[in-house]
């Protein structure tokens, strides 16, 4: 076997992320995608003794556990990879995988509580980014998600399963009336063209609509006209944010350099377990509103009775977790890097009516040692990439007897638990709980207890 040969075979063990192991001759195969039992064709990238490395040029059959009907952009979009698979399936595929990689780094002796699924399975996720562009070289203007494997070709998404109809009719009516209006979309080839993204939040128990059109400066465009036309379309939540972003950075990502307000406020509101949230255009919000209802509450129950405690919400973002808790504990504090989230962590704590909560914007090493209080308790809520080792070492150091890590990232959550267990703190219990059904991903909820 040599690059760019081309092979045929059947999925074997889907890994947790997305990618797959298969067997062909004497290697391992290892592949983006793939469900068990599927046959594929694929093309070699790279090969090392005993394995090598391809990207999937075909689906020959499918496996026989796709026994679900997909939307009817399945195969091509880059959004749900294992929408044709029975939901009660999935969660038992992304049990089986979160379990692998904890033996894997020999993580043994704790309570496992299984996986929870997610209350909605469809029509859960509460924000959606999407990108200008088009589906072919010079074909009509496109508004949506990214093609599968593809950095360039979009497509218009508009029979997706993850959204409800407010979404839908946002989307379809956004990119009709931008067809209409004949505007380049922006190219991150040369950084030339005008529409960049349209983003879509809304707030799942409140019923209230943000929509967000990106744009770069380079052509002068009044949105009063779009304004009107997002206003006069039927949609089942309160349309209360309407707002327009320049963008002129050259990364693929929204980023604001100004932030027009073209109808009513900056903010939506969200409720989850009794709180009150404001959630603006760029903070962070878990995207499935009934979900993180679940995923606080499992939070609640490894915390426990913490009535005379005083806990530490570390990485707490628009300070979420640390407000649930607040209700029974001492005091919280909420250490966060990025400036924005704080500043919206203590404007929500407020809105709340919590005396209790302090959000403080720093470095957690840092921060931690101008605080006047000890930890009884640490909730741990890092992003992707997990915990540093320095970090794990400071966690440690404040020398609480328990902690709460919750982590969208098990890969990296095992490799951080190898860590703390360096500074004594063992494994107590362990519980899933599926945020993004129909993707790859979980959450992972883990107690430590300090020997």
């Known amino acids: 076997m040599k690059r760019r040969d081309v092979i045929e075979f059947e999925v074997d063990k889907m890994e947790f992320g997305g990618t797959s192991v298969s067997r062909y001759g004497n290697r391992d195969i290892h592949m983006k995608g793939g469900i068990t039992g599927q046959k594929v064709k694929a093309a070699v990238k790279r090969t090392k003794s005993g394995k090598a490395d391809v990207k999937m040029l075909e689906l020959l059959e499918n496996s026989p556990i796709e026994t679900e009907t997909p939307c009817k952009h399945f195969n091509e979009c880059g959004g749900c990879s294992i929408l044709s698979v029975p939901y009660e399936k999935q969660l038992e595929i992304k049990e089986r995988q979160v379990m ?32 200008f562009g088009d589906e072919m070289k010079d074909g009509p203007l496109t508004l949506g998600l990214h093609k599968k494997g593809r950095h360039i070709d979009i497509m218009t998404v508009d029979g997706c399963f993850l959204v409800d109809q407010d979404f839908i009719k946002v ?6 009336f ?40 380079q052509v002068d465009f009044n ?15 309160e349309l209360v944010s309407i707002l327009h972003t320049i963008n002129d950075g050259l990364a693929d990502a929204v980023n604001c350099d100004e932030l027009r307000v073209l109808h009513g406020r900056d903010y939506i509101h969200e409720e989850v377990l009794g709180l ?7 903070s962070f919000f878990q995207t499935n509103t009934k979900g993180a209802e679940e995923l606080y509450t499992i939070a609640r129950e490894f915390v426990g009775d913490h009535n ?19 209700k029974a504990a001492k005091k919280v504090y909420g250490i966060e890097i990025i400036e924005e989230a704080v500043v919206a962590a203590n404007e929500n704590a ?12 720093g470095d957690v090493a840092k921060t931690v040692k101008n605080l006047k209080d000890k930890p009884d308790l640490i909730i741990v809520d890092p992003p992707r990439p997990g915990v540093h080792k320095d970090a794990v070492r400071d966690i440690s150091n404040f020398g609480a007897k328990e902690i709460v890590y919750i982590s969208c990232n098990p890969k990296t959550l095992v490799l951080d638990l190898v860590e703390f267990k360096k500074y004594g703190y063992e494994l107590e219990k362990v519980k899933c709980m599926d945020m993004f059904p129909n993707t790859p991903h979980v959450e992972t909820i883990v ?5």
């Open 447 to 451: 107690k430590l207890i300090k020997k």
């Open 308 to 326: 005379d405690k005083v806990v530490f919400d570390l990485y707490s973002g628009t300070g979420t977790i640390g407000q649930v808790m607040a």
């Open 100 to 131: 692998d990689l904890f033996l894997q780094q020999d993580l043994f002796g704790f309570k496992f509580l299984g996986i929870q699924g997610s209350p909605q399975n469809k029509l859960y996720r509460n924000k959606m980014e999407y990108t």
């Open 178 to 217: 931008f067809n209409e209006k004949e505007l380049p979309y922006y190219r991150t080839v040369n950084h030339k063209g005008y529409l960049r993204n349209l983003v879509v939040r809304k707030g799942i128990n409140t019923n209230e609509l943000m929509v967000n059109i990106v744009t770069s400066s």
């Open 223 to 237: 949105m009063n006209e779009y304004k009107d036309m997002l206003l006069n379309l039927d949609t089942e939540a």
């Open 350 to 361: 407020k809105l709340n009516g919590l005396t209790n909560c302090e959000f403080v914007a």
């Open 171 to 176: 989307l379809t009516s956004t990119v009709e």
């Open 276 to 282: 009150r949230f404001r959630v603006s255009p760029f």
